[in-house]
């Protein structure tokens, strides 16, 4: 048994080392930056949490390979991910999209009200803390686009929050646990998910990111980034 189990966990790691770059998109309408997609059968569709997971899968295939050259030829992918869904902010709401497809009009795909539906996952703040980290703390990438990670947060906490301190989802739509009866078929905005509300205790954690925001020159922002986790502020 352990010698099948060893044939086959190198066939594994031989693919995934071989497939990799098969999950890599370059950037193009609307997309300003390169990509990774959640597996190499995925077409041309940036997902929230499905790059945030993949990037982490992705530098565990490539810790196997261990080479400078294939760190540095990941990270505009890397970077692109967070980088493309901040570009989609527009002004304060801090509305960002579950998912964006090439070609997409992603200024009509907004929805007219949108603190009636769910957004992107709260992962951003955790994704370019997990990159920030991997980049032995350079953070300059996030320079033009670092509040938006602000607005963002502070859409879920303004808009997605219960005066008791739960975050809830607005709906069932694309929450990433699949036909969960704890969400699906509730009334709108009385989910308050233990899942949401893990996701959204450590995105907390992850945006004041103090050294990040003193490389990149944002001290003054340092205060914003002072969220409490209660549900009286």
């Known amino acids: ?26 950037s193009g309408y609307p997309f300003e930056y390169p990509f990774v997609v959640p597996g190499s059968c995925y077409s041309d569709t940036l997902w929230d949490w499905d790059s945030w997971l993949y990037n982490i899968a992705m530098r565990q295939i490539l810790s196997e390979i261990n080479t400078p050259k294939c760190f540095a030829e990941i990270l505009p992918y890397e970077q692109g991910c967070i980088l493309n869904f901040l570009s989609w902010c527009s ?75 739960l975050f809830y989802w607005q709906d069932d739509r694309a929450i990433g646990v699949d036909n969960d009866p704890c969400t699906y078929f509730r009334p709108p905005g009385s989910s308050g998910s233990i899942y949401l509300n893990c996701m959204m205790y450590k995105e907390l954690e992850a945006i004041p990111a103090p050294q990040a925001i003193h490389r990149i020159g944002l001290e003054r922002y340092g205060e914003l980034s002072t969220i409490s986790l209660s549900g009286d502020s």
């Open 91 to 165: 002004g304060a709401d801090g509305w960002i999209p579950i998912a964006v497809s090439r070609n997409e009009d992603v200024s009509k795909s907004k929805p007219a009200d949108i603190y009636a539906t769910n957004m992107h996952k709260p992962v951003l703040a955790q994704h370019a803390a997990f990159l920030v980290k991997n980049q032995n703390g350079d953070a300059e990438w996030l320079r033009t686009k670092f509040m938006h990670i602000m607005e963002f947060a502070n859409n879920y906490r303004t808009h997605h929050r219960h005066r008791c301190g």
């Open 1 to 26: 048994m352990n010698d099948e189990i060893n044939k086959y966990g190198r066939l594994i790691q031989k693919k995934l080392r071989a497939d990799y770059k098969t999950c890599l998109r370059e």
